[in-house]
């Protein structure tokens, strides 16, 4: 490989990286506080009590303000398949092409369709129309993620195809839609939404709170949030383990990558902390606090399972495919591990300790705790990036597991200027969207603001 | 009927789909510097399309996907050779997603402006720059042996596509006049009716000369037969002029059909001038890339058919009632207008 090619590589990659980790941000509140919203117009449909109307509406404003920016990345990423991996495009599109098309088809229409009726059709819809609406938008977007999923999933772990003239071609469409990669990713995506959503209305409550601003109202938006975080948060900590087992079969360097694991062992320590330990030369931590036989566990499901090594995995790739490093950033995979881990088991907590102070009644004055679960609110979104960087950066060198590099898909005909240029433009377009969607997030969500801004626009004249 | 013919024409149905949808919300985002004359009114023109542009906006992403799925190929030389131009085009669509739900967020007449700026600016660029883009897939462009596109940004401007690029800005806009002229009352209604009849004339003229030379294209540089493609442009010049006529007899339900009408026929005139290639390769002709083999196998093009059949009837079901619950028109006192569209709307 020429050292120019590998920069264009490179500089794709980091693209790639940069939107589609910018485009989850918004992506999973999106999946989580729909429901949500859904749920508080719900009991307003059932009640009539105004409460929920106002909760329905000052949370609706946060949803939607968020829901642009994920709509308006969510293109950035199907563009750029074709813009930056031509290769890529036509080697995978038989397969991977579908799943994409479902979603714009099946999904997508769905969501934005019925979220602008939902928007605009307050007092255009009977009331029982007006709700379902917003819960046919919801599906939409647990759909999207489906179908998303479905085509990244045959990245990690292909299946249902064959290989003909040098291109993918999809045989089962059951088999790709059943991938058990897929389902377990899926499940795991749904939760992180659960997560974001209940996590943020826990916080935006106890903000609140702090103020000692409509107390009485954002006590039942805590209520409702703690019902779905705490599950949620326990469920996830299962289900993220079981996730790893399936990449222990699927993906096996993956998982000793994100283990540091350069010998195979049975049965397996668990490394909370190290340093150290790295690289091929330096494969021994100078420190290290581990939890015996956990891994074993974590990755086979028996406290007694083996774990093969980076070495052994290196030596078996290089015998299937031939010469070349099949290792994945070690360090980066390793902490990335760790951090989304760290940080499911603190969200946990947090959402344990508000429902202990909510039954004890002691919710509305633990101040401590409200700057806590403030906080708390970057949480998910540390996880949630550092969860994909793990998944992407531990399938290198590979773009799709065993078939395809990374460094052979990138676009021929695109130059390191064409790419300099579209990374420098999405960096400043991104960062001036976040800033902004920052700022209103805040202003729509702060308790200090005036009343009258706290509704939703209303339709036509007000918009 | 062969499923890989049948895809060429479904994704240039597609393209109409979010052309003729989306082509009179950016028209209404081109003239909202222009028409209205005060935030009032402003903000009544954002209402006739608030509803509906995402819904719009979604024909281009199932158009994008389903030209990765069905054409790999195509998506892959085109994407990559359009790159500059494309990250051009989402850059404006960002913007003007952005400003549809930043806009109202504060009274501040400068944040205000700044979105209705944005919007109005995205939906230019993106206009001019589809316009251009579909245009030289027909004109021809640098493509290698191995189907990668080998020009560079510039080859992407010559006199033809830089006028599809204008011809599809004016259409856009003369789209979205006739378009307001059907949702909006009172003096707004009678501004957007005026540029209608201005934006007819120039409208129908570029139309007219744009399409004329698209045949000469395809003749020329696509070694096709002046039939077929001279069916669908006359007929578009045919309902161009028809709009005009109908701008000026007052009869706006009409002259929106009709505006529509020529939009989705400038797509079917390049599509059927393309076929059976789907990108044109000059100078080497022999490069181009053909409907053939571009396409994807036989077994995800069943499926695919089986998933379009399923949801695209779906799809325009949904949307198609989400236009009536909008239908009323967009005015100081919130008329209701009778449940059919009106034949004949426009108070000016």
């Known amino acids: 490989m020429t050292p120019l090619a590998s920069t264009v590589v490179d500089l794709a990659r980091v693209q790639f990286a940069t939107t589609s980790l910018y485009h989850f941000l918004f992506v999973p509140l999106t999946l989580g506080l729909g429901p949500i919203v859904a749920t508080f117009q719900t009991l307003w449909y059932r009640t009539k009590d105004e409460k929920w109307l106002r909760l329905t509406r000052f949370f609706g404003t946060l949803f939607l303000i968020n829901f642009a920016i994920g709509v308006a990345t969510g293109l950035v990423q199907e563009f750029e398949f074709g813009m930056n991996w031509s290769v890529y495009s036509r080697f995978v599109g038989n397969v991977f092409g579908a799943p994409l098309a479902v979603e714009g088809l099946a999904a997508f229409a769905l969501e934005s369709t019925f979220l602008g009726l939902w928007i605009f059709g307050w007092d255009r819809l009977s009331p029982r129309l007006h709700l379902a609406t917003l819960w046919i938008a919801v599906v939409g977007t647990w759909l999207s993620a489906y179908f998303i999923l479905v085509a990244n999933s045959w990245m990690q772990h292909p299946v249902g195809y064959k290989i003909v003239d040098g291109e993918a071609q999809l045989t089962s469409a059951w088999a790709l839609l059943s991938n058990d990669f897929a389902l377990r990713a899926y499940l795991h995506t749904i939760l992180a939404g659960l997560i974001f959503g209940s996590i943020l209305v826990l916080g935006v409550a106890c903000w609140h709170f702090l103020r000692g601003h409509d107390v009485e109202l954002f006590r039942n938006a805590a209520k409702v949030a703690l019902i779905v975080a705490v599950p949620v948060t326990l469920l996830q900590l299962v289900v993220g383990n079981r996730f790893g087992e399936a990449v222990t079969s699927q993906q096996s360097m993956k998982i000793a990558a994100s283990e540091a694991q350069w010998d195979t062992c049975q049965p397996c320590s668990f490394s909370l902390f190290q340093i150290g330990g790295f690289s091929e030369d330096d494969q021994t931590p100078s420190f290290s606090i581990t939890i015996p036989r956990l891994l074993s566990y974590m990755a086979t499901g028996s406290f007694d399972g083996q774990v093969q090594g980076l070495t052994e995995l290196q030596r078996q790739e290089e015998r299937k495919y031939g010469r070349g490093n099949y290792m994945p950033n070690i360090r980066v995979i390793f902490w990335s591990m760790r951090v989304m881990a760290f940080a499911g088991v603190l969200m946990f907590l947090v959402a344990a300790l508000g429902a202990w102070l909510y039954w004890r009644k002691k919710l509305e004055r633990a101040r401590w705790f409200h700057w806590t679960a403030l906080v708390a609110i970057a949480l998910p979104y540390i996880a949630a990036s550092a969860g994909w960087i793990l998944t992407e950066m531990g399938r290198q060198p590979w773009i799709v597991q065993g078939l395809l590099k990374t460094s052979e898909a990138n676009s021929p005909s695109v130059s390191t200027t064409s790419l300099g240029i579209s990374l420098g433009v999405f960096i400043a377009l991104y960062v001036v969207l976040g800033v902004v969607d920052f700022v209103l997030m805040r202003r729509y969500a702060r308790p200090d603001r005036p009343a009258s801004q706290e509704e939703m626009p209303e339709p036509a004249v007000s918009y | ?348």
């Open chain 2, 1 to 348: 009927m062969d499923l890989q013919i049948f895809w060429f024409v479904l994704i240039a149905g597609l393209w109409s789909a979010y052309f003729l949808l989306e082509g009179f919300d950016f028209g209404v985002g081109m003239l909202l510097p222009f028409l209205p004359k005060d935030e009032r009114e402003r903000s009544q023109m954002f209402a006739t399309i608030g509803p509906v542009w995402d819904g719009n906006e979604v024909w281009l992403v199932i158009a994008g996907a389903a030209t990765f799925a069905a054409f790999p190929a195509w998506y892959g030389t085109m994407f990559s050779g359009f790159y500059l131009a494309l990250l051009l085009v989402l850059f404006f669509l960002i913007i003007r997603v952005v400003s549809f739900e930043w806009r109202d967020k504060s009274g501040s007449s400068r944040w205000r402006a700044v979105w209705m700026w944005a919007n109005a600016a995205g939906s230019f660029g993106a206009s001019l720059i589809w316009g251009i883009g579909l245009s030289n897939l027909l004109y021809g462009l640098p493509i290698d042996s191995n189907g990668d596109y080998s020009g560079t940004f510039w080859d992407l401007f010559s006199g033809y596509t830089v006028l599809g690029g204008v011809t599809i800005v004016l259409l856009f806009a003369f789209h979205g006049s006739t378009y307001l002229t059907v949702r909006t009352t009172g003096d707004l209604c009678a501004r957007a009716a005026a540029a209608a009849r201005r934006l007819s004339v120039v409208a129908a003229l570029v139309l007219a000369g744009f399409l004329s030379w698209t045949v000469a294209v395809a003749v020329d540089r696509n070694d096709k037969d002046v039939f077929p493609p001279i069916l669908p442009a006359a007929l578009a010049i045919a309902a161009v002029v028809l709009a005009l006529v109908f701008v000026f007899a007052r009869r706006s339900g009409w002259a929106f059909v009709m505006t529509a009408l020529a939009t989705v026929l400038w797509v079917a005139t390049v599509f059927t001038s393309l076929y059976p290639r789907v990108m044109v390769s000059s100078p080497d002709f022999g490069n181009s890339l053909t409907v053939d083999g571009a396409s994807s196998a036989h077994y995800t093009l069943v499926l695919m058919t089986v998933v379009a059949a399923i949801f695209v009837p779906l799809v325009l079901l949904y949307q198609g009632w989400t236009y009536h619950v909008f239908r009323a028109r967009v005015g100081g006192d919130e008329v209701e207008t009778p449940p059919l569209a009106p034949a004949s709307g426009g108070s000016g």
